[in-house]
């Protein structure tokens, strides 16, 4: 190699050495949690935890299930073994909170059969006194929808999308001991629609998608265009990258394996189907 490859070269691996130190200084500090309670459950604990959120300016709290496999660990400990578990993201519907799945599913017998963390965070900004935040179980408080809002009215706060896929995730990757790279999503009604667009929107983040109910084409429903009217404005362009259906069609990443239950009626028998996008 010449001398003038060799400093071509050197200034080139000092430019990325800078550009790796400025993302490292760029990214917010993840969190710091406090646990507000804790309760013994199928040989595991089930905890809630409170936390002050940069992406929603406001106090959020999680609930996880932490199977006997799974711990807290010493975030200063930044050491994985290969006997991190894996983390399954339960995304809830209107007018839940972080504690309905964790209260009435009974999914933690499951989830410590097969040594598997459940996250269930909660569906909206809370206490942000937004005039008409609580004026509606389908909109506002309980009603985040999953998405991130370019209204003014609602931006500062209500960015869900990407506090689930950002923020909550470093949490529990920084104060679980979680495979990162085994992660799966799910979800109802709402949530279900979350679980789906959260999945669409990043090839290869989850290991799986499934979605019970979901709100598939919410630009096509009452309930998604009023939602998507309030936080995303007038502009229907703008509503296509967080609506599942159209998300299908301009998805680029590796073949996802879907499975969404869907009820016709009460009289009939859950359907269960598959969907394959790739």
């Not at 096509?220 to 509503?239: H, I, N, R, V």
Request: with cysteine.
């Amino acid at each position: 190699m010449s001398s003038s490859d060799a400093a071509a070269s050197s200034s080139d691996a000092n430019a990325t050495a800078m550009q790796i130190d400025a993302a490292t200084e760029a990214a917010p500090p993840t969190p710091t949690i406090t646990e507000v309670s804790s309760a013994k459950c199928f040989g595991g604990v089930v905890k809630q935890f409170k936390h002050r959120s940069a992406v929603l300016d406001c106090d959020m709290t999680f609930v996880v299930f932490l199977p006997a496999a799974a711990r807290v660990i010493d975030v200063a400990n930044k050491e994985r073994n290969p006997q991190d578990v894996p983390a399954l993201y339960w995304l809830s519907g209107l007018t839940c909170n972080d504690q309905n799945f964790i209260t009435k599913a009974g999914a933690q017998r499951a989830a410590a059969k097969h040594d598997i963390i459940l996250v269930c965070p909660d569906t909206s900004p809370r206490g942000c006194n937004i005039p008409g935040e609580t004026d509606s179980w389908d909109f506002g408080a309980g009603a985040g929808f999953y998405v991130d809002a370019t209204e003014d009215k609602w931006s500062k706060h209500y960015n869900m999308y990407t506090y689930i896929t950002a923020e909550l995730q470093a949490i529990v990757e920084e104060n679980f001991n979680v495979n990162p790279e085994r992660q799966s999503i799910f979800g109802h009604s709402m949530g279900g629609h979350g679980a789906l667009i959260c999945a669409l929107k990043n090839p290869g983040m989850y290991k799986s998608v499934s979605a019970f109910a979901p709100i598939c084409h919410p630009t096509q429903c009452p309930w998604g265009t009023k939602a998507f009217s309030g936080y995303l404005g007038a502009d229907k362009e703008t509503w296509k990258e967080w609506d599942a259906t159209l998300l299908t069609e301009s998805y680029n990443g590796p073949r996802m394996e879907v499975l969404i239950d869907q009820v016709r009626c009460v009289q009939m028998p859950i359907c269960r189907f598959f969907i394959f996008i790739h």
